[in-house]
């Protein structure tokens, strides 16, 4: 009995190693003849038969628009597209620094550069931060899981820069981990307790934001599970309720006695204001200044979200670099520029990008998409090729189990301080001292509209420091 199990056994081998040799010497054969037979259907069908039709009608319509029709044909329901929009829109890539190489000269790397911020100068309690890094509003159980929050929480913590809440439930355990903490009073009913108030470092009113500006939403059990549906206070069955607005036939009186009510709640932290970048930004900041606010947070074009209407995202509101520019003119204008803070963000995603819009006028920056894929770094392997990387963040995603908030914390730490120290090489380069220092005469463009709309010189033509001197005498 052995000997024929053997015999079959060595059988096999050889059928299996004549078709490996087979195979091996054969393959170009059977390569050739299946490109042959492919190339002639593509190259005869006829193009309403024919599957390279894809090509010229995907060039067309776009493989992204096509996904997103079929997905609206598909559930008939409104479409919520993750990380904000994907069009292309005027942005920073135009502009460069102007490096310091004769008078001045650049700073030796021994010497410290001064990277601090102060937000809310006026407010009787101003929030004070070690670089002008702060973690953007990324909602616990709307979006992201316990686990990477307070990973967040605890980076933030220990480079010495913020964290917003978001429009979440807010954890006693993330508050404690936090360093400074900047609460969004959004547009619910949660996270709203005196108790939670008055630990905030900030208050920022949520208006809007930039890739769904200041529409509401009613976000079901089924997609809002676990703890964070205890810590929002919501029932078994409840659905989580994101009004449009704060007050029935809401006026901008209201918001002024709201302002009002949270600094004196507070005694005297930063009451601020986010809102996605419109059209209107001058009239929007006239209205600002008018309710009070100790700072503003404007979230361009290209902010990034859970979830939004494709028609939000792409279709609505204008770039971030415009809205910066526009705001920082206006606020200069008005006599405001460093008495009301302003925060800068969406589609900032790299150092240079961050350096550029302190260079513009902001005063500090929110970072969002780039910190959600920093913590999660290699722990995004664990999703990978079947799932998107962002299953090991989302509280609803399929992997959040498996996120290790040990090493979340250390990978958002490392990239905060590798960003801060690559901006800070930057401004030695500059040949600054400190992050004050820096201004938009340290910038050009290679575009001449938006060298144009900045008010920077545009790299291809030659500038004279003493004629700009004499006009600047005249």
Not at 121 to 129: G, V
Not at 320 to 326: F, G, K, N, S, Y
Not at 434 to 450: G, Q
Request: one cysteine or more.
């Amino acid at each position: 009995m052995s000997n024929i199990i053997y015999i079959s056994v060595f059988i096999m081998i050889s059928i299996l190693f004549v078709l490996f040799i087979g195979l091996l010497l054969g393959w170009r054969l059977l390569v050739k003849r299946m490109v042959k037979k492919m190339g002639n259907i593509i190259l005869t069908d006829n193009y309403q038969e024919n599957i390279m039709e894809l090509l010229p009608g995907l060039q067309h319509m776009g493989v992204q628009n096509v996904l997103e029709n079929s997905l609206r044909a598909e559930t008939g329901d409104l479409l919520h597209r993750p990380l904000g929009s994907s069009k292309k829109w005027p942005h920073l890539d135009s502009i460069t620094f102007i490096p310091a190489q004769t008078s001045p000269f650049p700073i030796e790397s021994s010497l410290g550069v001064e990277m601090s911020v102060t937000i809310g100068p006026q407010a009787k309690k101003p929030m004070k931060i070690k670089i002008p890094l702060m973690i953007s509003g990324m909602a616990y159980g709307i979006a992201l899981s316990e686990e990477v929050r307070l990973a967040l929480a605890s980076a933030a913590n220990n480079v010495g820069t913020a964290i917003n809440s978001g429009e979440g439930g807010v954890m006693p355990e993330e508050l404690d981990a936090a360093g400074k903490y900047i609460l969004q009073f959004a547009k619910t009913e949660w996270a709203k307790s005196e108790e939670v108030l008055k630990r905030a470092d900030m208050i920022e009113v949520k208006l809007g934001q930039g890739a769904l500006f200041g529409v509401g939403a009613k976000i079901s059990p089924k997609n809002l599970t676990g703890k964070a549906r205890e810590v929002m206070g919501l029932k078994a069955d409840e659905d989580a309720v994101i009004f449009d607005n704060f007050f029935e036939d809401q006026t901008l009186e209201d918001m002024k006695n709201l302002v009002d009510h949270l600094r004196n709640l507070t005694g005297g932290v930063p009451i601020g204001v986010k809102m996605g970048a419109g059209g209107k930004i001058e009239e929007d900041i006239d209205y600002l200044i008018s309710m009070g606010v100790d700072y503003i947070a404007i979230d361009g074009g290209q902010a990034a979200t859970l979830g939004a209407p494709p028609i939000l995202s792409d279709d609505m509101g204008i770039p971030t670099l415009h809205a910066i520019v526009r705001a920082v003119n206006h606020l200069e204008k008005s006599k405001m520029k460093g008495k009301i803070s302003l925060i800068a963000s969406g589609g900032l995603l790299v150092p240079g990008h961050y350096l550029k819009m302190l260079a513009l006028g902001a005063d500090a920056v929110y970072i969002g998409s780039s910190m959600l894929f920093a913590i999660s770094h290699t722990q995004t392997l664990k999703a990978l090729p079947f799932e998107p990387p962002t299953q090991v963040a989302w509280n609803q995603g399929k992997f959040k189990d498996q996120f290790k908030q040990e090493d979340g914390v250390k990978s958002a730490e490392k990239f905060l301080i590798a960003s801060s120290e690559e901006m800070k090489t930057g401004l030695r380069a500059m040949g600054k001292r400190s992050l004050k220092e820096l201004s938009k005469k340290d910038l050009v463009s290679h575009d001449p509209s938006t060298a144009k709309f900045i008010g920077i010189p545009f790299s291809f033509e030659y500038c004279d420091p003493l004629e700009e001197i004499n006009q600047n005498e005249k």
